[in-house]
DNA sequence: TTGATATATGAACAACTGTTCATATATTCA
DNA sequence: TGAATATATGAACAGTTGTTCATATATCAA
């Protein structure tokens, strides 16, 4: 084992940066319950056309969204398995988190 | 559930946001093997003592990670059980990625 | 105390990221 | 074909991030 490789190290921290977005992560946590077309999403998450489509690009490209036509709509999808298992591990970290700091206030 | 509470969105973005860099993914993935001073990480990393500094500092604020005094050393750890399998998970998600690379090359 | 070693911090800066606006492309329908 | 709708893309810009250099703080040993 010893230390990690460094194109490892790299490729990990670009897989987690895609998650470190919150427009993103409203995006995948919609996904997340059911696919949708961008208008749909657009209209959901109050965020603007353009940003969507540009965000969407990112998870497109780095395999975690995928998309088939529909007409003149667009349905994404998510494309992993991982996915929706990371975003729970996240937001359980954060539950903890939070429960122990409400704690503290207690003292 | 519907839509995604906006503060999670934002919390848990800032949470991945934390992974998203080569330098904390290194010092992680060092930690998960063993608790380590902050000297042995520059050696061991071959990371510039103020870089790792300011980002064992990120680590710190964000409880990832622990750390105790020991004389004139520092000494840190992972803070959080989450964090290996995390760590885990996204090279799981990489290394699946890149078996799929491979095999596409051969078509 | 003084010097040596270990770690932390602040300021400055270059590089990167996400959003917006304008516009392009694609599809359907009349 | 032309208009309407849906989505994508490029350029510009502001805000953020990580590194470096210089320096501060902390601990130990003489």
Redesign the interface.
């Known amino acids: ?1 010893a ?2 490789n ?1 194109d ?19 995006i995948l ?2 996904l997340l ?1 059911r696919e949708m077309c961008v208008s749909d999403l657009v209209a ?2 109050n965020i603007n056309q353009s940003a969507l489509s540009h965000q969407l690009r990112i998870l497109r490209q780095n ?1 975690i969204v995928k998309f088939r036509r529909d007409g003149k709509s667009v349905i994404y999808s998510l494309d ?1 398995e ?1 996915v929706g ?3 729970r ?6 539950s ?2 939070n429960a122990y700091d409400s704690e503290e206030e207690h003292k």
């Open positions: 084992m230390v990690i460094e490892l190290a790299y490729d990990l921290g670009d897989f987690f940066k895609i998650f470190g977005d919150p427009t993103r992560i409203k946590y919609t319950q959901e998450l395999d992993d991982h298992i990371l975003l591990n996240g937001i359980e970290h954060i903890h988190k």
